[in-house]
């Protein structure tokens, strides 16, 4: 060890095993596995530095009561996240940031024209706020893309004025994307919103409204509401929708799980599809799998069988942690 640093070797290694005990109580062991790797690149000087550094850091991340380990997501966990988050940027940040994560699909897409529907409630209804973020996610986009051009969606009809289809969310949103198309969207940018707290979860989707039913690109944020938000409308901003403290997958700002193993029945002899709405764990396992509808009991033995067998991506909460997510599925069987 060179004479200059030698000095620092002892207060340096006391330094160290204090921040990586102080951490690890708190629940930031992976953030102590990244520490360490910048630690091992720097010299003994500046690994000194560093750790006092991480140390202040710590502390006042603790203070802040931000060091928690994240734990499944019941209502309570989502509450909390949600208040610690308000004050990271207005909801016109949080909005530019939303749209600066397409940059990819976009380019990969090779988009001209895009326009951006109404951001539904999470039943696909409309609301004056998902009005609104649509409105300001087509102006952050003119912004940030001037060489896209955006569609104005006061030129396609209302859900309601929408004539020869019933008034159903599906039915208006293929009804939409028809009138998209018509008018020139290469791609559509769709999604939904819910309230978390002082916050709206927003989940969007980019499409092609050549092929609606296929995603090619999801992302998910959080964005406060601001005041400007809050007057929009007397109507109560809907919630994130729970069931025994967990959220539905895709929805309000929650991320979906993604299979990853995920195969057919094969063998059976008979045909008909079987819906069923399961849990995602965080580990990307199935669980609490139940049958919603089905042509045949055997038919949904033989489902339960199948889909406890599949894994999966799990999906993403609001901090980017995998976290437990309710959601339908369907089991198809061929002949």
């Not at 609301?127 to 952050?140: C, F, N, Q, Y």
């Not at 198309?181 to 980019?206: E, H, M, P, T, Y």
Request: with cysteine.
């Amino acid at each position: 060890m060179p004479a200059a640093d030698s000095d620092f070797a002892a207060p340096l290694q006391f330094e160290l095993l204090y921040v990586f005990l102080s951490l690890r109580k708190s629940g930031m062991y992976a953030a102590i596995q990244l520490e360490f790797a910048v630690y091992m690149l720097l010299s003994n000087r500046q690994r000194y530095r560093f750790v006092c550094g991480m140390l202040a850091a710590a502390l006042c991340l603790a203070q802040a009561g931000l060091c928690g380990e994240p734990a499944r997501a019941t209502a309570d966990d989502l509450r909390i996240f949600s208040d610690g988050q308000t004050s990271l940027g207005s909801s016109e940040l949080a909005i530019t940031g939303l749209v600066r994560s397409l940059a990819e699909p976009l380019k990969k897409a090779k988009a001209r024209n895009i326009i951006v529907l109404d951001i539904r409630t999470p039943g696909g209804r409309p609301h004056p706020v998902g009005k609104w973020l649509a409105d300001e996610l087509s102006a952050a986009i003119r912004t940030e893309y001037p060489k896209i051009s955006t569609i104005d969606r006061s030129k396609l009809s209302s859900g309601s004025d929408i004539s020869g289809t019933e008034t159903d969310a599906k039915s208006i949103f293929l009804a939409e994307i028809h009138q998209a198309q018509s008018a020139g969207a290469d791609l559509a940018i769709i999604g939904d919103f819910a309230a978390v707290s002082n916050q709206i979860g927003i989940s969007l989707r980019v499409i092609n409204p050549a092929d609606p039913l296929k995603t090619l690109y999801t992302t998910t944020g959080l964005i406060p509401i601001s005041k400007e938000i809050a007057d929009l409308s007397t109507e109560a901003i809907p919630t994130l929708e729970l069931k025994d403290g967990i959220p539905r997958g895709g929805m309000g700002g929650i991320g979906m799980p993604v299979c990853a193993h995920c195969p057919s029945p094969q063998g059976i002899g008979r045909s008909g599809v079987v819906t069923l709405e399961i849990v995602v764990t965080n580990d990307g396992r199935p669980d609490r799998i139940t049958v919603t509808a089905s042509p045949d009991p055997n038919l949904s033995a033989i489902a339960v069988r199948t889909v406890r067998g599949w894994r999966f991506k799990p999906a993403l909460g609001f901090d980017g942690n995998a976290i437990a997510v309710f959601l339908p599925i369907q089991v198809t069987f061929n002949r």
